[in-house]
């Protein structure tokens, strides 16, 4: 079975930085589409980025500039760099990816998602 494992999260102060990242375990063969997505209280989950296999990516426009999303495909891991956080950053961050991998001895793609880490930005 695929694992993904979300780590980074934690309380900063507006205007600070964090880096989350995202590991993919388990009978992968590949991975395509990685995603990060966030949902605050009360609010619907959003899509923030999107990392393609080919490291082509696209930023939520309440985002753009300040956050970057990168992948590690040797590690199967995805990282999403946050700069300049605000406030209303503060959520529950997913990671999301579309992964090949052997299901009961047959190669599918699948769509997996993380536990979610609590990313706080508050003075």
């Known amino acids: 079975q695929v694992q993904l494992v979300e780590s980074g999260g934690g309380l900063v102060q507006p205007g600070g930085s964090l880096r989350l990242s995202c590991a993919a375990s388990?009978?992968?063969?590949?991975?395509?589409?990685m995603r990060w997505y966030r949902q605050a209280p009360g609010k619907q989950r959003e899509l923030v980025a999107v990392i393609t296999s080919g490291s082509s990516t696209n930023y939520a426009d309440a985002v753009k500039g300040r956050f970057t999303i990168s992948r590690d495909n040797a590690k199967n891991t995805v990282y999403l760099q946050m700069n300049s956080l605000k406030p209303e950053d503060t959520a529950v961050y997913y990671c999301?990816?579309?992964?090949?991998?052997?299901?009961?001895?047959?190669?599918?793609?699948?769509?997996?998602w993380g536990q979610g880490t609590q990313v706080t930005v508050s003075s």
């Open positions: 999301d990816a579309d992964v090949r991998a052997l299901v009961q001895g047959v190669l599918a793609l699948n769509e997996y």
């Open positions: 388990g009978s992968i063969f590949s991975i395509a589409a």
